[in-house]
């Protein structure tokens, strides 16, 4: 009962990392307006400079947290940030001038990069053979707040603009009281690692991490399979409004479906696909259903077919839990924290790189001056990175387990 109610805490953690910046999104355009006194363009700007700002803490603080962990354990490390980031919430509920919300964006992004920690924590607490389907379980909860973030921030943003952030306080509040009560410390004195700033930096991390055998080829493919599996959330508004004719319901629908068919398929399926062709297998796998789908939208041109390919899209998730299953299992158990948390920066520089390559490329075959037309050119890009992902993972030797530094 302990351990469920610990994972139950370490999931809605990690659904609010994910709910958390949902829940804002409806209102962020009407705020920002409200602060500065100017139009939708502008607005737009600022909106992309906090959505870097908040990437970029994520990018510079996963690996410190996630050393902080390894030396002080997950608990504090945890139940403090979740502290922080509801006053971080009551912060922009309350603000009044866009250097008030630059503030919060980089407090919030230093907040949300505790899913390193959260992820260590289930790698603490699982057996070697049961990783990769609890980091299943922990993308199902990401899926999960992916889809109702945005509903509920938008049926809250009818009271008003501020709404969402109170809401967003409280549940964060009311999650660290949670965790107060039923997270236990998995971090002993066996695995307890001295914590240094020269591998709690994004460099020093990869640099220490890299160096076990095999795992730098396996980050490599982390970053390029995150570039191109952010083509969904990246283009897809883009891609729907422009080759099927949807407006903002529609594509608004389509996303929700894609995020409950990924918890469904990393909540429930993952597990006996796992125990059914092991880790090495489903992560070729789901890259290999990746690339029929990212084909398939490249060259479709109904609405409903493209709904049709949700299971599909979805199916291609389980290779992300798989591999970092392989890596949680390369690393030691001293490592793991630092292992989360360089995974954490490597998903947000991707995150980073990847809208402005998908929408770039989708721009360059929709213009009037276009070689050709092709709205679905991004999808095709993605499908040749992750074909890419494919042939480097073949050449990857299985890696050994590390022993404790």
């Known amino acids: 009962m ?11 953690s990690v659904m609010l990392d994910s709910m958390g910046i949902g829940l804002i999104m409806p209102v962020m355009p009407d705020l920002i307006q409200e602060v500065e006194g100017q139009g939708l363009g502008a607005a737009a700007v600022w909106g992309g400079v906090l959505a870097t700002i908040f990437a970029a803490m994520q990018f510079l603080f996963g690996p410190t947290l996630g050393s902080l962990s390894d030396r002080y354990g997950r608990r504090p490390v945890l139940i403090i940030s979740l502290v922080i980031m509801a006053f971080d919430y009551v912060l922009m509920a309350l603000a009044h001038t866009i250097w008030l919300l630059i503030i919060a964006r980089l407090i919030g992004g230093i907040t949300a990069a505790t899913q390193s920690t959260s992820a260590a924590y289930m790698a603490d607490i699982s057996a070697p053979e049961e990783k990769a389907a609890n980091f299943g379980l922990i993308g199902a909860a990401f899926g999960l707040g992916f889809v109702l973030g945005p509903l509920i921030g938008g049926a809250l943003a009818e009271y008003g603009t501020r709404a969402p952030f109170w809401a967003a306080a409280a549940l964060a509040a009311a999650n660290a009281i949670f965790g107060y009560f039923v997270l236990p410390e998995t971090v002993t004195d066996r695995i307890r690692r001295p914590f240094e700033w020269r591998r709690a930096n994004p460099l020093g991390a990869f640099r220490n991490i890299g160096s076990l055998p095999g795992l730098k080829r396996l980050l490599l493919i982390t970053f390029v399979y995150t570039i191109a599996f952010f083509v ?6 883009y891609f729907g409004a422009e080759r ?14 894609f995020g409950i068919g990924i918890a469904i398929v990393q909540g429930l399926l993952i597990r006996p696909i796992l125990n059914r062709v092991g880790e090495r297998k489903a992560v070729i796998l789901g890259l290999s259903v990746d690339v029929l789908a990212f084909v398939a939208l490249g060259f479709v041109a109904n609405g409903w077919v493209a709904l049709a390919l949700t299971p599909l899209t979805a199916l291609g998730s389980i290779a992300g839990p798989a591999l970092q299953g392989i890596m949680s299992r390369t690393a030691s158990d001293d490592q793991q924290g630092e292992l989360q948390g360089t995974v954490t920066s490597i998903n947000a520089v991707a995150t980073i790189i990847a809208p402005l390559l998908v929408t770039q490329t989708f721009w360059f075959f929709t213009k009037d001056s276009a070689a050709f037309y092709l709205p679905g050119a991004p999808f095709l890009l993605s499908a040749l990175l992750t074909i890419g992902c494919i042939a480097v993972f073949m050449q990857t030797p299985r890696p050994k387990r590390a022993r404790a530094t």
């Open 2 to 12: 302990n351990k469920r109610l610990a994972v139950t805490f370490i999931l809605i």
């Open 232 to 237: 969904y959330p990246g283009v897809w508004a």
């Open 244 to 257: 099927f004719g949807w407006g903002p319901g529609m594509i608004g629908l389509s996303l929700g479906l």
